[in-house]
C-alpha cells in the first residue's frame, strides 16, 4: 500500500506540472473556485457517515441502507444546490465559464454521497488494500485522460472530466468490490441518530478543510481567477515540500499518538518529540525553498508562472508555525477532546475568513502574507488550549523548535549571500547546488546549537529506509 501511495502521490504531481505548463493560471484559478463549492458540498453530503458506519459496533443491512439513502438524498439535495446557484455564482466572481463548469461537476456531490457506505464497509473488513488500489487506478485512469486532453486543446474541461472520471471509476469499483446492493427500506431511528452523529464530524471535517478552502474562495473572489492561479501553483509547490518532508515524518511515528492516549505524560512526551522531529525536516527544506523559489517555479512549472514565485517566497514562513500546530487536532483526539477539536476548527475558520478578506485587498503577494498572519494570530490561543486541556508546557514546545529554527535561519542568510555569485546556470543544477550546501550548513549549525538532533535526524532516515523495502 505504501507504494502504491507512494507511485500515487508522484503521479499526481508529476501531472499537475504537465497541466500547469499547459493549462494557464485563469484556468487553475477557475477550477480552484468551483472546487471549493464541490469539494465542502462533498463533505457535507456524506454526512459523516461514513466515519459513523465505521464505528459502529455492528452494521447489519438495514442500518447500512439506512445510511446509504440518507447520504444519497443529502448529495442529490446539493448537486440540486449547486446547479441553481452556478449562474449567480458566474456573475459574483465575474467568470462566465464559471457556470457550465460547476454545472458539469454538481454531480460529483451525489456520486461523492452514494460511495459513503461502500468505503465504509471495505474500511470495516480492512479492507484498506483493495481501497487503495482502487483509489491508484480511479487516479491513473482520470489523470491520463485529463492530460491527453490538455494535450489536444480542451483546457479547463480537461480538469473537469478528470474529476468526474475519478469519482465514477472509484464508485464503481467500491461496488464491485463489497457485491452489496441497499435494501429499499430506510428506518427513522436508525437515520436520526446516524446523521445526529455524524453532523458532528462533518461540520468538524468541513471546517478542517475549509480553512484553505475559504482562502482560496475569497482570493478568487476578491482578485479573481487568474490570481488564483498564481496563488495555487505556489501552494502545490510547497505541497512537494510537504510531501517529502511532514508527511513521511508522520507515516513513521503519527501512529505512536493514538497509542498513548490512556498515558496522559506519555502522550505529552510523544506529541512533543513529533513537534521536534518535524522541526528538524521542515524548517531547512521550506525556509531554504524561499532561496531557490524563482528556480523550483520555472523547472516544475515553467517561465508563464513567474507571478507564483514571490507568493511561494511568503508561503515559506508558514514553515515555521508547521511543527508546532500540524498535530494539534491529532493530540486532542488521542486525548478525547473531541468537542475541542471542533471548537478549535471553528475559530481558525473563522480567523481564516477575516485575514484572508482583510489581506487579499493589497493584492496577490499580501494574500499570500495573509496566510502567516492568519498562522501567527491562532498560534498563541492554540498553545494555551493544548496547555490547559491536555497539559503540553508552552515554553518546551517553542524551546523545542528553536535549534532547527536558528539553524534555517543561519543557512538561508548564508544561502542568499552565496546565490549571487553562482555562475548563470540551469534551474536544476542550481537547486543541487544551493540544497546540499544548505545542507552542510544545517547540519553543521545543529552539531554547535544541538547535538543530539543531528543524531535524531540520523535515526529518522534509517527508520524511513529500513521501512521502504518492505512497504507493500
Same mark, same amino acid.
Given at each position: 500500500?505504501?507504494? %502504491? ?12 506540472? &504537465? ?12 477550477? %480552484? ?5 464541490? /469539494? ?10 461514513? /466515519? ?17 439513502? #440518507? ?86 474541461? *480537461? ?49 478542517? #478543510? ?7 474562495? +475569497? ?26 518532508? +511532514? ?47 524563482? /528556480? ?32 494539534? *487536532? ?10 475541542? &477539536? ?48 491536555? %497539559? ?79 512497504? /507493500?
Amino acid at each position: 500500500m505504501m507504494l %502504491g501511495s507512494g507511485g500515487q502521490t508522484v503521479f499526481q504531481f508529476v501531472l499537475f506540472i &504537465v497541466l500547469a505548463r499547459q493549462l494557464g493560471p485563469e484556468t487553475f484559478g477557475l477550477i %480552484g473556485i468551483a472546487v471549493v463549492f464541490i /469539494e465542502l458540498s462533498s463533505t457535507v453530503g456524506r454526512a459523516g457517515l461514513t /466515519e459513523v458506519a465505521i464505528q459502529r459496533p455492528t452494521l447489519d443491512d438495514d442500518d447500512a441502507s439506512t445510511a446509504f439513502w #440518507s447520504s444519497l438524498a443529502i448529495g442529490l439535495l446539493f448537486t440540486v444546490a449547486l446547479l441553481l446557484v452556478a449562474g449567480p455564482l458566474a456573475v459574483g466572481f465575474d467568470e462566465p465559464l464559471l457556470r457550465p463548469v460547476m454545472q458539469w461537476l454538481a454531480p460529483v456531490s451525489a456520486l461523492y454521497a452514494v460511495g459513503a457506505v461502500y468505503e465504509a464497509k471495505l474500511r470495516r473488513d480492512f479492507g484498506f488494500k483493495a481501497l487503495a488500489a482502487r483509489n491508484v487506478t480511479a487516479t491513473m485512469a482520470s489523470g491520463i485522460v485529463a492530460l491527453v486532453l490538455a494535450l489536444t486543446g480542451f483546457g479547463v474541461w *480537461s480538469l473537469v472530466i478528470q474529476r468526474l472520471i475519478y469519482v465514477v471509476w472509484l464508485l464503481v469499483a467500491m461496488v464491485y468490490s463489497t457485491r452489496w446492493l441497499p435494501r429499499l427500506t430506510w428506518k427513522r431511528d436508525t437515520g436520526v441518530a446516524q446523521l445526529r452523529d455524524g453532523s458532528v464530524i462533518a461540520l468538524s471535517s468541513v471546517l478542517g #478543510s475549509g480553512n484553505q478552502r475559504i482562502i482560496d474562495l +475569497i482570493v478568487g473572489y476578491v482578485l479573481g481567477a487568474t490570481a488564483l492561479g498564481y496563488l495555487r501553483i505556489a501552494w502545490r509547490a510547497l505541497d512537494l515540500l510537504q510531501e517529502l518532508s +511532514i508527511r513521511q515524518i508522520t507515516s513513521v511515528t503519527l501512529t505512536s499518538l493514538s497509542r498513548l492516549q490512556d498515558n496522559r505524560e506519555a502522550l505529552i512526551a510523544g506529541y512533543l518529540k513529533l513537534v521536534k522531529t518535524t522541526a528538524l525536516f521542515a524548517y531547512p527544506m521550506f525556509l531554504g525553498a524561499a532561496v531557490v523559489a524563482p /528556480e523550483i517555479i520555472t523547472f516544475m512549472f515553467g517561465k508563464q508562472w513567474q507571478l507564483s514565485i514571490l507568493p511561494m517566497q511568503v508561503l515559506t514562513l508558514t514553515a515555521i508555525f508547521i511543527p508546532p500546530l500540524f498535530f494539534k *487536532s491529532n493530540v486532542l483526539m488521542a486525548a478525547g477532546q473531541m468537542r475541542v &477539536v471542533l471548537a478549535v476548527n471553528i475559530f481558525e475558520f473563522v480567523a481564516s475568513t477575516i485575514v484572508a478578506y482583510l489581506f487579499a485587498r493589497y493584492g496577490l503577494v499580501a494574500a499570500a502574507a495573509g496566510n502567516v498572519a492568519r498562522l501567527a494570530l491562532v498560534s498563541p490561543v492554540i498553545f494555551v488550549i493544548l496547555k490547559s486541556r491536555i %497539559g503540553i508546557p508552552i515554553g518546551e514546545t517553542i524551546s523545542g523548535v528553536l535549534p532547527p529554527l536558528l539553524a534555517s535561519g543561519v543557512m538561508v542568510g548564508a544561502l542568499t549571500l552565496l546565490k549571487p555569485q553562482l555562475p548563470d546556470l540551469p534551474s536544476l543544477v542550481t537547486i543541487a547546488i544551493m540544497g546540499s550546501i544548505g545542507l552542510l550548513i544545517y547540519l553543521g549549525m545543529l552539531l554547535v546549537v544541538q547535538r543530539d538532533q543531528v543524531m535524531e535526524i540520523v535515526a529518522v532516515v534509517r527508520r524511513l529506509m529500513r521501512r521502504s523495502p518492505t512497504a /507493500e
